[in-house]
């Protein structure tokens, strides 16, 4: 019996021993960059209603590439780490609520989140103070095709949060729901080729390269994303979304600073109830610096809006920056009447590179379109390696635990055997057995006491508060949206 006892006491070891190796083989790996993504969030629907309604008769506004999607706004350009199952991720774009003539002025920015399993917190600049706003539970943390996302996670109101509303919400109360999304070590987005032989204004005026930026209008996309449509939009054919806007690339044809005619790549297509419009192939003309934007609609090319705008060389581009632009008379029946001819359109963005190393304006990046994960998909035997690599989950989630059972169970084989061994001697007068050995069998005094387990301590030290965010600002609107 002894001897059985030092070889399971020996296996005890080696098991320890096995455990440490795991965890040196499974250790996490060095921090992952972060990039690409968006973050959707819809602050508080009964406060966006309280905004625009005849109480507080305001606005809300967008900017910095911050739109509104889906009845929430979209912030972009996710920039970040995921290590050890912790992602820490930072958003652009701000919005901007007013109301009470100029009373309420709010400006919620460049919102991040720190996030772990499915719990996390959600930070926002407010009026230029960064605050804990919401705290994050309830959707779990999920990384797929090279693409990290949480869907709905559940938003509560924090302490610092209810200031930010000037006590019109209570800490506790339930926001909207947060969403959002980051490609995980994305690789730079190549920089749009120019033209094949760079433009030499005084020699010719042929150019290639271009991009056009054009968000068709603000409350267009929110129409279709809203309750009424209750739709959506989708770009094909060389165009990108970038959440406020949508860029049509490889743009070529001819251009000197106010006279030019430049034809693009892509289609923009929005679906909804009653809606079904699909704008393709933009084409923008100047002369003499006034010029009209067409596209394809449903197979006949229709003037679209008309600006003003002359074509000055900066930094190796010729640029044309958020330019005013007006709907057509033609454009009315485009968008079923919901504009009139004369009315403000989004602003457009037109950049030709003259360089081959000439960056164009950088687009909003939404990153990938994030993957849920299919319903109840058959299981197939993967090994560790196959394992970790398709779902991204680190191996110490089943290697330790099932190493501990191991290493446990050892213990508890071990801790029997002995104590049988020693009450088999103690009935048979061995005269090995000693007085602490009878003590530790079955009959022990009574009075010998079992030593109690400590008690966790229950205090906990007090949270931290953080910088108290400010009041609604006295300043500018435009100075808050700069903050």
């Known amino acids: 019996?002894?001897?059985?006892?030092?070889?399971?006491?020996?296996?005890?070891?080696?098991?320890?021993?096995?455990i440490a190796s795991l965890l040196l083989w499974a250790a996490p790996a060095n921090a992952e960059d972060l990039s690409g993504g968006?973050?959707?969030?819809?602050?508080?629907?009964s406060f966006r209603s309280y905004i625009t309604g005849s109480i507080a008769k305001g606005e809300v506004q967008t900017g910095d590439g911050a739109s509104a999607v889906d009845g929430a706004y979209r912030f972009h350009s996710a920039t970040g780490t995921y290590e050890d199952g912790i992602a820490a991720i930072d958003y652009t774009g701000w919005v901007y609520f007013w109301g009470h003539d100029g009373e309420l002025d709010l400006t919620f920015a460049n919102p991040s989140v720190e996030y772990s399993g499915s719990s996390g917190t959600l930070y926002v600049y407010?009026?230029?103070?960064?605050?804990?706003?919401?705290?994050?539970?309830g959707a779990e943390l999920s990384v797929s095709g090279g693409t990290l996302s949480v869907s709905g996670a559940s938003a509560t109101l924090t302490a610092n949060g209810a200031e930010a509303f000037a006590g019109y919400y209570e800490p506790g109360e339930q926001l909207d729901?947060?969403?959002?999304?980051?490609?995980?070590?994305?690789?730079?987005?190549?920089?749009?080729?120019?033209?094949?032989?760079?433009?030499a204004a005084a020699e010719t005026d042929q150019v290639g390269g271009a991009v056009l930026d054009w968000g068709v209008r603000t409350s267009w996309r929110d129409y279709v994303s809203g309750d009424i449509a209750n739709g959506e939009w989708a770009v094909s054919g060389g165009a990108a979304d970038g959440g406020a806007v949508f860029r049509f690339t490889e743009g070529s044809g001819t251009a000197t600073a106010a006279d030019y005619t430049l034809s693009y790549k892509g289609t923009v297509a929005f679906t909804g109830t009653d809606v079904d419009l699909a704008l393709t192939d933009p084409v923008v003309t100047a002369t003499g610096g006034k010029g009209v934007l067409s596209a394809e609609v449903a197979g006949t090319r229709v003037d679209l809006v008309a600006f003003e705008a002359t074509l000055a060389e900066s930094g190796g581009l010729l640029l044309a920056e958020n330019v005013p632009t007006v709907l057509t008379e033609a454009a009315v029946p485009v968008f079923g009447g919901y504009y009139q001819a004369g009315?403000?359109?989004?602003?457009?963005?037109?950049?030709?590179?003259?360089?081959?190393d000439a960056a164009v304006p950088a687009l909003p990046d939404l990153g990938a379109e994030p993957e849920q994960p299919a319903p109840s998909e058959s299981a197939s035997p993967l090994d560790a390696d196959d394992a970790a690599e398709d779902t991204g989950a680190n191996p110490l989630v089943w290697i330790v635990p099932a190493a501990l059972v191991v290493l446990f169970a050892a213990a508890a084989i071990t801790v029997a055997l002995v104590q049988r061994a020693k009450r088999n001697r103690a009935a048979q007068g061995d005269p090995q057995t000693t007085v602490e050995e009878a003590k530790a069998t079955d009959n022990a005094p009574a009075d010998t006491a079992a030593p109690?387990?400590?008690?966790?301590?229950?205090?906990e030290g007090p949270a931290?508060?953080?910088?108290?965010?400010?009041?609604?600002?006295?300043?500018?609107?435009?100075a808050d949206k700069e903050s």
């Open 1 to 18: 019996m002894p001897h059985a006892t030092a070889r399971l006491t020996g296996a005890l070891v080696a098991a320890a021993a096995l």
């Open 38 to 45: 968006r973050l959707d969030w819809g602050v508080k629907e």
């Open 126 to 137: 407010v009026n230029g103070t960064r605050t804990d706003m919401a705290s994050l539970s």
């Open 177 to 199: 729901p947060v969403s959002f999304s980051a490609d995980i070590a994305a690789a730079e987005a190549p920089t749009t080729e120019a033209a094949e032989s760079p433009t």
């Open 343 to 356: 009315d403000a359109m989004d602003p457009l963005t037109i950049a030709i590179p003259l360089t081959a």
């Open 452 to 459: 109690s387990e400590p008690t966790p301590s229950e205090t």
């Open 464 to 478: 931290d508060q953080g910088p108290d965010p400010a009041a609604s600002s006295t300043e500018d609107p435009e």
